[in-house]
C-alpha cells in the first residue's frame, strides 16, 4: 500500500547534535511538507517542497534545514542551532494542483516521529 | 492573515450522544477546509474535505461538515459518537495554490461510557 514512511518513530538526542528525521513516500506525490506539533499549539509549518531540489521556509524554519535530492524522500535535519528541538514532527505530502482536483491539495500524514532531548 | 479557530480545547461527550466541533477560519477568498483527527502519537487521517459545492459534505466514520460562509464555519458533525471516536481532533485551511495550509490548535475528545 501506498503512504509516507517517517523514521525513526521515536528518537533521543544529547543538547548540540545535530538529528536527521527520515520521510519517504511511494505515493508519487509532488509537494512534501514538515510540521511541528506542540501540545496546544496545533501544527506549524518548518519547510515545503514543492518540487525535486526546491524548498521553501515555512514559519519556523530557524534551526532546522531540508534537502530534496529524490521526488519520494525530504529528510530533515534539526541542527544544534534549534533551541528547543524536543516535539513531535509530521511529515506530510500530496499532489500538486492541477493532477486532478479529487487528489491534488489534500495532505496525507506519514505516523510522526517524537525527537526528545536529553 | 490566514488564520483557524477552533474554541474548544477539550470536549467530553458520552457515548451514543450527538457531537459537534467548532472551526472557524479567516480567509481572503473562498479556501479549502478541512478535518482531520488524530490518535495518540499517530500522524493525522483525513476525515473529510469541502472543495467547492454542496456545503454539507460526508466523512469517513460517520461524520459531516457544513461550510457556512456567512458564519466563516466549518463544524464536524456526528450524530451518535463511538467511544473509538476519542481523539483529536484538526480542522484546516488550505489556499487554492495549495502552497500552505493552516491548521488550527486542535480539540480534544474524550467519550465516556
Known amino acids: 500500500d501506498g503512504g509516507i514512511t517517517q523514521s525513526p518513530k521515536y528518537l533521543f538526542r544529547k543538547e548540540g547534535q545535530n538529528v536527521t528525521l527520515s520521510c519517504e513516500q511511494n505515493?508519487?506525490?509532488?509537494?512534501m511538507y514538515w510540521y511541528r506539533q506542540d501540545p496546544g499549539q496545533g501544527l506549524r509549518l518548518i519547510y515545503y517542497s514543492q518540487i525535486v531540489n526546491d524548498f521553501q521556509k515555512g514559519d519556523i524554519a530557524e534551526g532546522y534545514s531540508v534537502s530534496r535530492e529524490k521526488k519520494e524522500s525530504f529528510p530533515l535535519t534539526v541542527t544544534s542551532a534549534q533551541k528547543n528541538p524536543t516535539a513531535f514532527y509530521l511529515c506530510?505530502?500530496?499532489?500538486?494542483?492541477?493532477?486532478?482536483?479529487?487528489?491534488?491539495?489534500?495532505?496525507?500524514f506519514g505516523a510522526g516521529s517524537r525527537l526528545t532531548v536529553l | 492573515a490566514q488564520s483557524v479557530t477552533q474554541p474548544d480545547i477539550h470536549i467530553t461527550v458520552s457515548e451514543g450522544a450527538s457531537l459537534e466541533l467548532r472551526c472557524n477560519y479567516s480567509y481572503g477568498a473562498t479556501p479549502y477546509l478541512f478535518w482531520y483527527v488524530q490518535s495518540p502519537g499517530q500522524g493525522l487521517q483525513l476525515l473529510l474535505k469541502?472543495?467547492?459545492?454542496?456545503?454539507l459534505v460526508q466523512g469517513i466514520k460517520g461524520f459531516e461538515a457544513e461550510f457556512k460562509r456567512s458564519q466563516s464555519s466549518f463544524n464536524l458533525r456526528k450524530p451518535s459518537v463511538h467511544w473509538s471516536d476519542a481523539a483529536e481532533y484538526f480542522c484546516a485551511v488550505g489556499r487554492i495554490t495549495g502552497n500552505q495550509f493552516y491548521f488550527g490548535t486542535g480539540t480534544s475528545l474524550t467519550v465516556i461510557p
Open positions: 506530510a505530502s500530496r499532489f500538486n494542483s492541477g493532477r486532478g482536483r479529487s487528489g491534488a491539495n489534500v495532505l496525507t
Open positions: 469541502y472543495f467547492s459545492g454542496d456545503t
Open positions: 505515493l508519487n506525490h509532488d509537494a
